[in-house]
């Protein structure tokens, strides 16, 4: 068995990882130490507290019980939170494969530690296995009636998804077929129960994910089956069928389950829009409902390409462009952990009306933005993807390994603070993360190989310190990339390639880029990036200055405020940093900015991570509360709002790096603007 | 029987209301008649057609039964609208009892039909008592061993308070005690079943509204245990005690009949807030929960006095400091119809994340405000009184009297329009708005008569014109009020008293007068209040100038936005005058005002009733969306905002008069505020 088409497979991350080495001593090189040395054992040892580690032995049943009487772990929407498990083990052991895979983390101290609990998991997942292939453990051991009954909210395909990626990365490291057979079992179990004809029942699932892990499994198996049920799920969404009474089919399942037609919780208009199953895909216009099905979704449909890469473009361009937070975070609705049901409308806290940003939400929408990216190169994809990255997803973890956060909201209210947690009931985005940072390199760039042409095309997404090995038809070929990223501008490349061969290199052009310049001279390429060729053995090198920049939000969003950035990073400010004014404007509701506010750069160093701090020297201003009125007359003399001038200066540090120095944890990212 | 004590009693505005006669031809003598002719007519139309007119039958049950099945008639949080329509037909009795109590009303050509229907109702409500005083209809009918099982939700004790309410107000314009007797048997069953003792269940009501009946009640009886046992509802409320396991009323009840100890629904963060159950009212210190609710507690807990009065005072100041909206609305949660938790949190548009304003809220405000008042005079209390009547209230009621709102939300959004429907399935703002328009004499003014010194004191709340009669030991004497208000700042008033008598007379400044002048001189009385002396004959007058206003909001809403007002009304822009802008600037929501923007008065005219439009003739401004990005840099050359200015006017007409000519019915009251 190979993958089945040479130049696709190199250019999924989680198939291309692998050829890219990081250097030890850069920014990449630095954190994925940290996940492959600290954080995979932090959550190793998590997994272990929780049970998920030991769940497919099936005995977890009346632990199980047993909470679920003493009223703690019961969830209030009733699903119970080990339905969660298989995905928590089996994003752990797809980081670890893709870690251990690697070069620069391979020989990690941890290494024999974590290969003995993979092979624990996986023992056990072959033996829980059903003659069938059914595997969904809470099913088996606690509700075996409960079978394939509740697509809609019990995660079977959703945690088949999960443990199908685990296999394949698992095949990839091991070349072992022992847990990949399991899941293609599994898969078959599904294609059997599931699918267009009329002996099928047609349902999908509740949680997308199975769809775009079947189509990763296509591209090792090539079989027609496993393409036409990734293609089935897609299709099959939201579609109303004769042979359901007219309804879609969460509909039809709940009314055989003898239940009321819909979900009438959480307050949404359509509460199928929940689940993205309210219209067919190619019906839907605005991106709805909870973020991270939203986005697992659409990166199956823009993998499947045709029509349904034009579903994922335009819901894509809809929620960057209507619906995502300055951090590159998505979902201002707790309550649905999703979307607004409208354009624009994005509080920042929880006292503003919401603000959710859930770490696995900004992963997926990476995830949607490569598939987007692989498919047609644009600069406004490549910025976001990079934007969400930097910011919103390093975010999810500290500097430490050892905590995480799932909501990341922009400022902090009351009693709150930004402080990460050990972990959470359901604790699906600290595994996300790790396994993120495992396939970065597949992230990083693509390369192509033109063997009649003697022509190695490498397109970068991402500057990074790293190493990618390309195995061209007689020999192999390497491009080096030094870069300053995310801190400073200089980026500089060495390609080395068998006589006779060319290269073409096309490096991003970034929306916050001044001053860009690049040797070779390169001709713009698509919209954000240029192109230049080069020998078999040559250097190029780029440059470009990282301004502080200040980011105004859409005059719509009615957030009429001031956001410091610099390159990809994007700015908060603290009260470690910044006490006195903090304790007089308490989470710095009523600080401002001024749009001419100057700016100073500082070294940092968190936790052996340097990076580049942001004093505002001037141009900070605080709200003069001279009224207690809610509403006050507006005349010559008495302005709508009052500022005074404050006399120290605002530091800011980058988002992601926040809540690892202690103090109270308040925090802002986005201060008023003030006119004078 | 005669009420306890005359003083007191002439001060309520449910007793003291038929002392005063409008003039016909004035701003509420228009209004007044628009209720006693069309509108109570309107609300008996729909009392017929909902079925609650012949509930009292109790023959209602299989009806009930089958719009259940049918799913056209069952609420999502389980409670069966039929539970409320005791509430219904309670204050359309009660307002029909005002109203033909009122020389100005009583003689409308409908009087013979609405007292037929009140006997009707009448008679039904005395045969569907219980033996034992029990008189709910839907627990008699439909649900008998649900009596007295769930006083959180059902609404037992509410409904009994506005029967209650209406049997008073039927008392008194009758002189027959046939409803009142039903309704203390009922007040006696009530005390039977609940109360602080041993031998008694320590429940109250979920709904807050039998409170403050049986204060009124006890007005009239002088009983001592109507007293006690409204000072017991008040004390009971929120309080945990032993004999009910540590816990408080609700949970133990709930508990009781087997349930989950608290409701999990509405997403609050503590769920008792919702009923205002989660502490004591002593130790409440945020206005928390639904509206009206809150606002009916502490309508009882101002009339009670001493520590409820402070906790009244607490409460009311929390909301009309930190979350009222410039309308004079309250509540900007539709989850739980009620107070935002956070304070300052005033969105003004479902697309902004809510809006509620609830028509009752308002009212209920006002009850608050004049029972406060009654207790410490205070500008900003009348301010606020005056501020809810004009706009949240009289708003609730097209201009037809054919159409009424229940929320009130200060901006459309989407397929949104402002236009009011002819009923709801709960209906409880259309009688209420009823009653109050009712009984607003009693919201005008208050006299208090001192016998041995010869002294009438009138203290004015509200500029209208009307006369009072005051009765006096030998003979009675009158003072009559003219007032151009709320349009003209003109008042004069007459007074008339037999020989050796002399008037003081106190009258408000309004925080928006300008120019404010008095003849005779008056004394500063209270904040906010002028007060003079006169002789039994007199005359007096004042002027005021009324500028338009532009109101700013505290800049701890985020709001950063300008209202338009004058005199005690706040402006809104319809599409209806400003079509071109509205139709390029969807819902005025890119639409925008600076700080010094000139204004035109013009005059108007909406169903007979003439009013003061406002042009805004300068300032207007249109955002200029030259990019679509989400988040665009700032810098010299690019503004966060870019405004455009706009060439025609921009055209406010009142708030209480919006979406009564046509037209999309797009609507916004406060336009964001352009710097340049």
């Not at 003995?116 to 998991?121: E, G, L, S």
């Not at 095309?457 to 870069?483: E, F, H, W």
């Amino acid at each position: 068995m190979t993958w089945i088409d040479e130049t696709k497979t190199l250019n999924h991350p989680q198939t291309s990882f692998d050829s890219t080495t990081f250097e030890k001593d850069s920014f990449f090189g630095h954190l994925r130490s940290l996940y492959a040395e600290t954080v995979l054992q932090t959550q190793l040892d998590q997994l272990k507290k929780q049970g998920s580690y030991d769940a497919f032995d099936l005995k977890w049943r009346d632990v199980y019980n047993v909470r679920r009487l003493e009223g703690g772990k019961t969830r209030q929407d009733g699903i119970p939170p080990s339905l969660f498990w298989e995905s928590d083990v089996g994003k752990w052991i797809e980081a670890v494969c893709y870690f251990l895979s690697s070069e620069d983390t391979k020989d990690t101290p941890q290494a024999a530690t974590y290969k003995q609990a993979m092979d624990h998991i996986i023992d056990l997942i072959v033996k829980a296995q059903q003659d069938d292939g059914y595997l969904n453990i809470y099913f088996t051991a606690v509700d075996p009636t409960g079978k394939f009954r509740n697509l809609r909210d019990m995660h079977e395909m959703y945690n088949a998804g999960h443990l199908l990626e685990a296999s394949l990365a698992h095949y990839r490291y091991s070349g072992s077929r022992k847990f990949l057979d399991v899941m293609i079992k599994n898969v078959d179990c599904f294609i059997n129960h599931f699918g267009p004809n009329k002996d099928q029942k047609h349902g999908y699932p509740g949680h997308p994910e199975l769809e775009l892990a079947i189509l990763r499994l296509y591209a090792l198996t090539g079989e027609k089956k496993h393409l036409d049920f990734g293609t089935y799920l897609l299709e099959a969404r939201g579609v109303k069928r004769e042979d359901q009474g007219g309804m879609s089919y969460f509909e039809y399942e709940g009314r055989e389950r003898g239940l009321e037609p819909l979900p009438t919780t959480m307050d949404l208009k359509c509460p199928e829009t929940y689940n993205q199953s309210h219209a067919s895909l190619h019906e839907q216009d605005t991106i709805l409902g909870h973020s991270v099905r939203a986005f697992y979704l659409i990166t199956a449909a823009a993998d499947l390409g045709g029509k349904f890469y034009d579903d994922a473009h335009r819901l894509w361009t809809d929620a960057v462009d209507r619906k995502m937070y300055v951090t590159g975070g998505f979902g201002s609705e707790p309550r649905w952990e999703g979307f607004s049901e409208f354009p624009y409308h994005l509080p920042v806290s929880i006292k503003e009306g919401g603000c959710y940003a859930e770490t696995c939400a900004s992963i997926a929408a990476m995830m949607t933005s490569e598939r987007l990216l692989y498919r047609n190169l644009s600069g406004k994809v490549r910025d976001t993807m990079e934007l969400c990255l930097y910011n919103a997803v390093l975010g999810g973890g500290d500097l430490q390994g050892k905590a995480f956060s799932y909501e990341n909201r922009l400022a902090t209210w009351g009693d709150e603070s930004a402080k990460r947690a050990d972990w959470f009931e359901v604790c699906c985005c600290p595994p996300n993360l790790s396994r993120t940072l495992g396939m970065l390199g597949g992230y990083t760039w693509r390369a192509d190989v033109d063997s009649s042409a003697k022509k190695i095309s490498v397109i970068v997404y991402l500057y990074m310190s790293c190493t990618r090995v390309i195995d061209l038809p007689n020999g192999r070929a390497t491009i080096k990339m030094q870069s300053g990223m995310p801190w400073k501008g200089e980026t500089s490349w060495e390609m080395d390639a068998p006589e006779g061969w060319t290269w073409e290199i096309t490096v991003p052009k970034p929306n916050y880029a001044a001053n860009f310049q690049i040797k070779p001279a390169g001709q713009a390429g698509p919209e954000g990036f240029l192109t230049f060729s080069a020998g078999h053995s040559s250097r190029a090198s780029s440059t470009m200055d990282l301004p502080v920049r200040v980011l105004a939000s859409h005059p719509l969003t009615g957030q009429d405020t001031l956001t410091v950035s610099r390159g990809p990073i994007v700015y908060i400010a603290e009260d470690f940093d910044n006490d006195k004014i903090e304790a007089s404007h308490s989470h710095f509701e009523g600080v401002g900015l001024t749009e001419d506010a100057k700016f100073e750069t500082r070294e940092l160093d968190i936790q052996g991570q340097s990076m580049v701090a942001i004093a505002a020297t001037s141009g900070v201003r605080a709200l003069v509360d001279d009224s207690d009125e809610l509403y006050r007359e507006v005349n010559g003399s008495t302005p709508a709002r009052k500022w005074k001038s404050v006399d120290s200066e605002l530091v800011y540090v980058p988002w992601f790096a926040r809540a690892n120095r202690g103090g109270r944890g308040h925090v802002r990212v986005s201060m008023k603007r003030a006119c004078e």
